[in-house]
């Protein structure tokens, strides 16, 4: 069965420091990966999109790694703003029907 | 240009009633997404388009759920004798790329109460 699993499921670190958040999947055969965020009460907002041949993904202060050999993804954000603090979605496309799946997210606060 | 657009932003409605939810795309995008949001939890993908072909339904929980895109813009997702566990988020995405390989970008969804 195609699955998504995230972990952890809540983290809370203070502003400034770093932090990684971690995805694991089963979804073959294997399209995509997609991190979102989404902030409480709004739609997800991509963050990055890696295919199959990408293993690391920048975007500002976020940086995204997939290791398509192991299935696993993270999704590292640096010096970490109070503005971060939202939910961290990961999504893996397969490759058969292109229907998204996604994971149940990682809540991220950030503490001043 | 304008986002997706969703409509009602809210609906309340008894159980039993049918409801039709709105969402209009971005323009040009080829694929338009259903997606229903649980709180706390990610989304879970109910069908997609590409144009008006319907090219995936298959989460659709039961057959009183529905979806069409008659001219390939303007989507609606029809739940007939609502109950009380359809209560969630439902969203909508499009994206200009068909068959979910580009980027999805996401409506402000449409938070249904069934009481």
């Given amino acids: ?112 | 240009g304008a986002g997706v657009s969703q409509s009602p932003r809210y609906k309340v409605t008894k159980r039993g009633q049918d409801v039709a939810l709105r969402c209009d795309p971005i323009s040009g995008h080829v694929s338009l997404y259903w997606y229903r949001q649980a709180l706390g939890q990610g989304p879970e993908f109910l069908t997609y388009f590409n144009y008006e072909a319907q090219q995936d339904k298959s989460g659709l929980p039961n057959d009183r759920f529905s979806a069409e895109r008659p001219e390939g813009s303007i989507s609606t997702l029809t739940i007939q004798r609502t109950e009380q566990r359809d209560s969630a988020m439902y969203r909508c995405a499009s994206s200009l790329a068909p068959s979910g390989s580009g980027e999805q970008y996401f409506g402000p969804g449409t938070r249904l109460t069934v009481t």
Avoid at chain 1, 85 to 92: E, G, Q
């Fill in chain 1, 1 to 112: 069965k195609n699955q998504v699993e995230q972990s952890p499921q809540s983290l809370i670190i203070l502003e400034g420091k770093n932090c990684t958040l971690q995805c694991n999947y089963t979804v073959s055969p294997f399209s995509n990966l997609r991190w979102y965020k989404q902030d409480t009460g709004r739609g997800p907002v991509s963050l990055t999109i890696m295919t199959f041949s990408e293993n690391t993904k920048s975007n500002g202060r976020y940086t995204a790694t997939l290791d398509a050999d192991t299935k696993q993804s993270s999704l590292h954000i640096t010096a970490s703003q109070l503005s971060d603090s939202a939910s961290y979605i990961c999504v893996v496309s397969a490759r058969s029907n292109y229907q998204l799946i996604w994971g149940a997210g990682t809540k991220l606060i950030i503490k001043p």
